[in-house]
């Protein structure tokens, strides 16, 4: 291609971007934060990664500096940029937007500015060379206050053609004009669940994180270490704070262990966990948080316990038992537990969707946890096309709720990693020229509006975000920085959209907890009510887990579908562990010897606590065959086994299917745990049995007899026997054993120890335990005080 037609190429583009473009920048897509890339035509990728002077007034020089890159596959030949004086001043918003749409060079760029080279000489292909160029207003020709495209690109030999452009934004700024916009931003601490349900079997109940990656984050710098001494530089900062979080580097403060990879539904052990090597930096991260949030102005905002992803819940767990009421402790936790840790006051009751994004599913559930404040991303409640400015971010959406509505083109800006100096410094421009020209579209009407990030906030994106917000509220300069409550309050502007939209955004749907993972975490709270049931300290479960289940519908797992599952993974395990840890133990098949016997059966309790509220019940398939006595009442210490007898009366040789499952008791009685099923195989009936029905068959054949006799001598003196039936009626016989009567309990044996887990015996020695070894004295302590951990 030639160059008159490639320059003819570039002209129709950029008109084609003119003509297609959105005149209204706050509904358009999330801010683009890269530069062109590179393509056969224009081959040299250009970069800008700082403005001496983001912003500029009279009389000032700007340095620009940057990079050039040959993506091309030929040599670029005395290559050098060149800095474009700004064709016009962008007044608006959609023609900020336009801008930033560019691909290739176009003549809307403006034109070059002589006397502003900078040489590169020969670019081979891949080489890259930095460049530096310097530039005065008064060159640039600004003299009218407001928002100015500056643009670099880079040449080759014959001058004629850019190769290659950058595009970033120069506000002007001469004197205060109109009032200040108030901008509202938040700062987000928050991090993926670390703390599990256990915790180690001591007095204190040392904490046991999932991993120790918290710890590296702590350090000062670390991501968290990072924000928080950004953010303290802040004036008037909104910081959102996880409350789960707080507890977490709270419990690592102290000492704490952490589970080793492959152990999340065991037991906390020593030998399954390792020492926490956060102490130190988690101390000194929380003074330091402490001392932020209580200055320049701060607020802090709580989010629910553990942030719960509402809307997760409002698609795929509405309406599962218990959700509600989990939600709102979540709520009432959270405001508590960040008052208790950050010692200020602190703003709860404000609900923050993942990614602010809302329908009306997620602000119904919301309302349910108690939360009447909204964070809402522009996105999902764009204003109208028609509306020429930006309006307040408060809106009332009905049923008592407000939605502080951010603006979607600054936290845009906002919501990746921008991880190098070009991207920080494209974002940066960006909202400076963004937020003056929202200033300048009514001078009298001053603005509130809400800033958004990413929650997972990165350091890169926070040093970006502070130094805009730095920028922007220098002296004489037009934004206000102020707390989400004074948004909040604001005047709701009625030209602006409350509507809220009955759909959620389809690609989002894939990230969200399904239905069988929230049913998952809610199926927990049945078989932890069972387990606290039986627990003499129920306290010591109650507590951990409950957070733990909260935990496991966090926000923070959106995109981390593997760690989430295993965190949910882990917390059943470890119910499942404690529960099954009070058992009967298995048994096949036993003897019975004797028509009339004693049943052992044996329960074990391999938890460190006590256990009561159960009772044992041995059942059997064929009552008519063999019967047994009444349910045992179960009270275990810890780590022990105790063997049952129940007394047993057999009818009839042969095998016999018998049940042993342990009940609770109270008026809402449920089997717990698995039943045991084993076969008492009945031997020794026969003797005794034929003995009964042979006396019989004699004593019926000497009634006969004797009947007979008496009849014929009745029947010679010519008497009438009235009752020919009455000699085979059955005398009576001494009653039996009494079945009703319940069964007793026999001696311990020694902790873990199997020995009569199902067994029998005669009459004489029946139920004595085998192998019986009494504690040693160390195994003596207080086992009441230990975790709920499963002793193998």
């Given amino acids: 291609m030639g160059r008159a037609a490639r320059r003819l190429a570039a002209v129709l583009a950029g008109g084609t971007v003119l003509l297609s473009a959105a005149p209204y920048a706050t509904a358009a897509a999330p801010a683009r934060t890269g530069f062109p890339a590179a393509s056969p035509d224009y081959p040299a990728t250009v970069q800008i990664d700082s403005l001496s002077a983001p912003v500029a007034g009279d009389n000032a020089t700007v340095t620009v500096t940057g990079r050039v890159t040959n993506a091309g596959s030929s040599t670029v030949k005395a290559a050098h940029v060149v800095l474009r004086s700004p064709k016009e001043e962008l007044d608006t918003r959609s023609a900020i937007n336009l801008v930033a749409g560019r691909t290739g060079p176009t003549g809307k760029d403006g034109t070059v500015l002589a006397g502003h080279k900078a040489d590169l000489g020969d670019l081979a292909p891949g080489q890259s060379r930095a460049y530096t160029l310097q530039v005065s207003t008064a060159d640039l020709g600004l003299r009218t206050a407001g928002v100015y495209e500056l643009a670099v690109d880079v040449r080759d030999a014959d001058e004629d053609h850019p190769l290659g452009i950058a595009r970033t934004f120069l506000p002007f700024n001469t004197a205060p004009s109109g009032k200040q916009t108030r901008i509202a931003t938040l700062w987000p601490i928050t991090h993926a669940p670390e703390l599990v349900a256990q915790t180690m079997p001591d007095n204190d109940q040392m904490p046991v994180l999932r991993d120790d990656s918290l710890a590296t984050e702590l350090a000062p710098d670390g991501r968290l270490g990072k924000l928080v001494s950004i953010g303290q530089t802040l004036p008037n900062l909104t910081w959102v704070v996880d409350p789960d979080l707080l507890d977490t580097v709270y419990a690592m403060t102290k000492p704490y262990r952490v589970q080793k990879p492959g152990t999340a539904g065991e037991s906390a052990k020593d030998e399954n966990t390792v020492a926490g ?146 991207a920080q410094s494209l974002a940066q421009q960006r909202f400076l020229a963004e937020t003056m020209t929202i200033t300048q579209q009514r001078p009298d009407d001053q603005r509130s509006l809400l800033v958004m990030p990413s929650r997972t906030l990165t350091v890169g994106t926070a040093e970006a975000l502070a130094d805009a917000l730095h920028a922007a509220a220098q002296p004489n300069g037009w934004v206000a920085p102020t707390r989400l409550d004074a948004v909040a309050t604001a005047a709701a502007d009625p030209e602006a959209n409350g509507s809220v939209p009955g759909d959620y955004p389809g690609e989002l749907r894939g990230s969200e907890l399904s239905s069988a993972a929230l049913g ?129 009366e057999a009818q009839v040789n042969g095998p016999v299917q018998m049940t042993a499952q342990l009940w609770t008791t109270g008026p809402n009685a449920q089997p717990y745990g698995q039943a045991v099923s084993f076969t008492v195989e009945v031997t020794s009936v026969a003797s005794g049995v034929m003995y009964v029905i042979g006396g019989g068959v004699v004593l019926m054949a000497l009634a006969g007899v004797r009947f007979s006799l008496q009849r014929k001598k009745r029947s010679a003196a010519g ?74």
């Fill in 277 to 422: 090597t956060g102490q130190n930096v988690a101390a000194a991260w929380l003074a330091q948080l402490r001392t932020a949030v209580a200055a320049n102005g701060s607020q802090v905002v709580a989010l629910p316990y553990a942030d719960p992803d509402l809307a997760s819940i409002a698609h795929n767990g509405n309406g599962l038992a218990g959700m509600d009421t989990a939600l709102r402790k979540a709520s009432t936790a959270g405001k508590v537990t960040a008052e208790g840790r950050l010692s200020v006051d602190v703003s709860g009751n404000v609900a923050w969707p993942f990614l602010g994004r809302l329908d009306q599913a997620t602000a119904g559930v919301a309302r349910t946890a108690g939360e009447d404040l909204l964070l809402v991303n522009g996105s999902s409640m764009p204003e109208s096309r028609s509306l020429s400015y930006t309006p307040n971010a408060v809106r009332p959406i009905g049923n008592g709720q407000t939605a502080v509505v951010a603006d979607p083109v600054l936290s845009s800006l906002f919501s990746g990693d921008l991880d190098s100096d070009q």
């Fill in 520 to 648: 998952s975490v809610m199926g927990v709270q049945t078989g932890l009510d069972q387990l606290l049931q039986i627990l003499t300290q129920p306290q010591r479960v109650r507590g951990p887990f409950n957070a733990a289940m909260v935990r496991s519908m966090s926000t923070q797992w959106r995109d981390h579908a593997e760690a989430s599952a295993a965190y949910r993974n882990g917390v059943r395990s470890y119910l499942d562990n404690l529960t099954t840890a009070v058992k009967v133990p298995a048994k096949s098949s036993i003897t019975l010897p004797g028509d009339n016997a004693i049943l052992l059966v044996s329960v074990k309790n391999d938890l460190n606590q006590a256990v009561g509220n159960l009772e044992l019940r041995v059942t059997s398939a064929q009552v008519n065959r063999l019967n047994v006595g009444q349910p045992a009442t179960v009270v275990l210490d810890g780590t022990t086994s105790r063997t049952f007898r129940f007394p047993a």
């Fill in 719 to 792: 008497e009438v026997d009235l009752d020919p039936e009455r000699l085979l009626e059955p005398e009576d016989t001494e009653a039996g054993a009494d079945d009703s009567a319940p069964a007793d309990g026999t001696a311990e044996t020694a902790p873990g120890s199997a020995a009569g887990a199902v067994g029998a015996a005669g009459p004489e020695g029946a139920g004595e335990p085998s192998d019986s070894t009494p504690e040693s004295a160390s195994d003596a302590r207080d086992r009441a005080t230990g975790d709920e951990k499963v002793g193998h």
